[in-house]
């Protein structure tokens, strides 16, 4: 059920503080009350104005609000205070729009006198003011990417954006009809305008192109809003109607219905509360309703201990048939890398120091698998000094025993081919190619010294052969000889 709050005259500004306990602001007559939460009288007063106040802003941090005046004065106050911190004369007539700039130290303004002001806080000197406009500056806001940027609109049916850097407006846009409110989404780049019965969604990117215009209101678009997420914009008009549109595909999602039309409407920043002024001076406040929790759903009973530990110490009988559980088999973490196609990152995961030293066969294992896939080649590119030093490290000191050699020879002749481009950028790469190559010389320097060894053995061993078949020959023929002679003298 909504909250009813009857102010002074009509609200013309509702604005949330951006920092808990998201209090919020109501400008309404000569007084700025702020309001808690939940609370339906207000928790502090400001009435140090003469006549009318417009347009009461929290800065970014939640300390400092801003209030323009129907005597063309600017009072900045503390929010623990009561008496103004600074005032800022300048305009002649007054003024309805206030708002700080997103570096925190500066305000803008815009009044009746059809002039547009920045102001310095700290010395509360008037910066620059822009006379672009040809009737009431009535509202505008600051970009919250560039702290330069602010945007106003007029009832001459413009809204200009203005560079703190240049004397002049950067971008004129056209809106058609006397200008009531306007809005940047938070990423800068779409504007949202409002007057008459139209709201329009631009394209500041492109130079202020139309991208949607919406008519879904029977009187004029007074003020608008938008949630924290940028998926809804809330549109308040005077036929007391407040719809609210899906940000994607600009439909109207949701509308509320009030008892008389809308000046003023603000969403607080979890968007839990809405709070909605009016022109007959009452203040509509509605909160989400909490959702519901069933406490009575009692907790699921669990098995007792004897459940689980039932059969346990069963032991089978001969007759017996025993069936055994399947033992779940657990994949080791380059296992699941390799399943998914992750080549880098499992090469990483078997370049660890634990498997490298104590397992060494389990990386090179990896490095040939990644080979035969064909991804090898990817998984070592575009590594780090560290991870360059680690590969060859291990190259160096495993390349020359035998069951690694024919792998890590290819990864080897990969590496030196990625990597050739930097060499000479790191003293710490580079020496480990020198280890690499001095480890490559001496065993192609053994195997040399092994292959002359093994031509004398094979020589030997030739040698050996030959005698030994000479000397059966020679006791062949002796023993045939001697067989003879013993049959003669017989």
């Given at each position: 059920?909504?909250?009813?709050?009857?102010e002074?005259?009509?609200?013309?500004k509702?604005d949330f503080?951006p920092?808990?306990p998201?209090?919020?602001?109501v400008?309404?007559?000569s007084r700025?009350h702020?309001?808690?939460?939940?609370?339906?009288?207000?928790?502090?007063?400001?009435s140090?104005?003469?006549?009318a106040?417009?347009?009461?802003t929290y800065?970014d941090?939640?300390?400092?609000l801003?209030?323009g005046?129907?005597?063309?004065?600017?009072?900045?106050f503390?929010i623990g205070?009561r008496?103004?911190?600074?005032?800022?004369?300048g305009h002649?007539?007054p003024?309805?729009l206030?708002?700080?700039?997103?570096d925190k130290y500066?305000?803008?303004?815009?009044?009746?006198?059809?002039?547009s002001n920045?102001?310095?806080?700290?010395?509360?000197?008037e910066i620059v003011s822009y006379?672009?406009?040809?009737?009431?500056?009535?509202?505008?806001?600051?970009?919250?990417?560039?702290?330069?940027?602010?945007?106003?609109g007029?009832?001459?049916h413009?809204?200009k954006?203005?560079d703190?850097r240049?004397?002049?407006s950067?971008m004129?846009?056209?809106h058609?009809h006397?200008?009531?409110?306007v809005l940047?989404?938070?990423?800068?780049?779409l504007?949202?305008?409002a007057g008459?019965r139209?709201?329009?969604v631009?394209d500041?990117l492109?130079g202020?192109?139309?991208l949607?215009?919406?008519?879904?209101?029977?009187?004029?678009v007074?003020?608008?809003?938008?949630?924290?997420?940028?998926?809804?914009?809330?549109s308040?008009?005077l036929?007391?109607?407040?719809?609210?549109y899906?940000t994607?595909?600009?439909k109207?999602?949701?509308?509320f219905n009030y008892?008389t039309?809308?000046l003023?409407l603000?969403l607080s920043p979890?968007d839990e509360?809405?709070?909605?002024?009016m022109?007959n001076?009452?203040?509509?406040?509605?909160?989400r309703?909490?959702e519901e929790?069933?406490?009575?759903?009692q907790?699921?009973r669990?098995?007792?201990y004897?459940t689980y530990v039932?059969?346990?110490t069963?032991?089978?009988k001969?007759?017996d048939?025993c069936?055994s559980k399947p033992?779940?088999?657990?994949?080791r973490?380059?296992?699941?890398?390799l399943k998914s196609?992750?080549s880098s990152?499992?090469?990483?995961?078997?370049l660890?120091p634990?498997?490298?030293?104590?397992?060494p066969e389990?990386?090179?294992?990896?490095?040939?698998?990644?080979?035969r896939?064909?991804t090898l080649r990817?998984?070592?590119?575009?590594?780090?000094?560290?991870?360059?030093n680690?590969l060859?490290?291990?190259?160096a000191r495993r390349?020359i025993?035998p069951?690694f050699?024919?792998?890590?020879?290819?990864v080897a002749d990969?590496?030196?081919?990625?990597y050739?481009?930097v060499?000479?950028q790191?003293?710490i790469?580079d020496?480990?190619?020198?280890?690499l190559?001095?480890a490559?010389?001496?065993?192609?320097?053994?195997?040399?010294?092994?292959?002359?060894?093994?031509g004398m053995m094979?020589?030997?061993f030739?040698t050996f052969?030959?005698?030994?078949?000479?000397?059966l020959?020679?006791?062949k023929?002796n023993?045939?000889?001697?067989?003879?002679?013993t049959?003669?003298n017989?």
């Amino acid at each position: 059920t909504p909250v009813q709050i009857k102010e002074f005259g009509a609200v013309n500004k509702i604005d949330f503080s951006p920092v808990p306990p998201y209090n919020y602001a109501v400008t309404a007559s000569s007084r700025i009350h702020i309001y808690g939460r939940y609370s339906q009288e207000p928790i502090k007063t400001f009435s140090r104005f003469k006549d009318a106040a417009y347009c009461a802003t929290y800065r970014d941090d939640g300390q400092l609000l801003i209030a323009g005046s129907e005597d063309g004065s600017i009072r900045l106050f503390d929010i623990g205070g009561r008496a103004p911190l600074r005032q800022f004369e300048g305009h002649t007539k007054p003024v309805h729009l206030v708002g700080f700039l997103s570096d925190k130290y500066r305000i803008f303004s815009g009044g009746d006198d059809y002039s547009s002001n920045l102001w310095d806080i700290p010395s509360a000197a008037e910066i620059v003011s822009y006379s672009e406009h040809t009737d009431y500056v009535r509202c505008g806001c600051a970009s919250k990417v560039n702290a330069d940027v602010f945007i106003t609109g007029s009832y001459d049916h413009t809204v200009k954006l203005f560079d703190a850097r240049t004397k002049s407006s950067v971008m004129t846009i056209e809106h058609g009809h006397p200008v009531e409110s306007v809005l940047l989404f938070p990423s800068g780049g779409l504007l949202v305008s409002a007057g008459g019965r139209y709201v329009k969604v631009w394209d500041v990117l492109k130079g202020g192109q139309l991208l949607v215009s919406l008519k879904n209101h029977h009187k004029t678009v007074t003020c608008l809003c938008l949630n924290s997420s940028g998926q809804r914009l809330l549109s308040g008009s005077l036929d007391r109607h407040v719809k609210i549109y899906s940000t994607t595909s600009y439909k109207v999602v949701h509308s509320f219905n009030y008892a008389t039309s809308i000046l003023s409407l603000a969403l607080s920043p979890e968007d839990e509360t809405i709070v909605v002024g009016m022109t007959n001076g009452v203040l509509n406040v509605k909160h989400r309703k909490p959702e519901e929790r069933n406490e009575k759903t009692q907790k699921k009973r669990q098995p007792a201990y004897r459940t689980y530990v039932k059969g346990r110490t069963y032991l089978p009988k001969q007759e017996d048939f025993c069936v055994s559980k399947p033992v779940k088999r657990v994949l080791r973490k380059y296992d699941k890398l390799l399943k998914s196609f992750q080549s880098s990152k499992a090469l990483d995961a078997v370049l660890e120091p634990p498997i490298m030293l104590h397992t060494p066969e389990v990386t090179v294992a990896v490095m040939q698998e990644l080979h035969r896939r064909g991804t090898l080649r990817s998984a070592l590119a575009g590594r780090d000094e560290k991870q360059v030093n680690l590969l060859l490290t291990f190259v160096a000191r495993r390349v020359i025993e035998p069951r690694f050699t024919p792998v890590l020879v290819t990864v080897a002749d990969m590496i030196t081919d990625i990597y050739q481009p930097v060499v000479g950028q790191s003293a710490i790469v580079d020496r480990q190619f020198l280890k690499l190559q001095e480890a490559i010389g001496k065993e192609i320097d053994y195997q040399e010294e092994l292959l002359e060894v093994l031509g004398m053995m094979d020589t030997l061993f030739a040698t050996f052969t030959k005698k030994k078949d000479t000397y059966l020959e020679e006791n062949k023929s002796n023993g045939f000889t001697d067989t003879i002679e013993t049959n003669t003298n017989d």
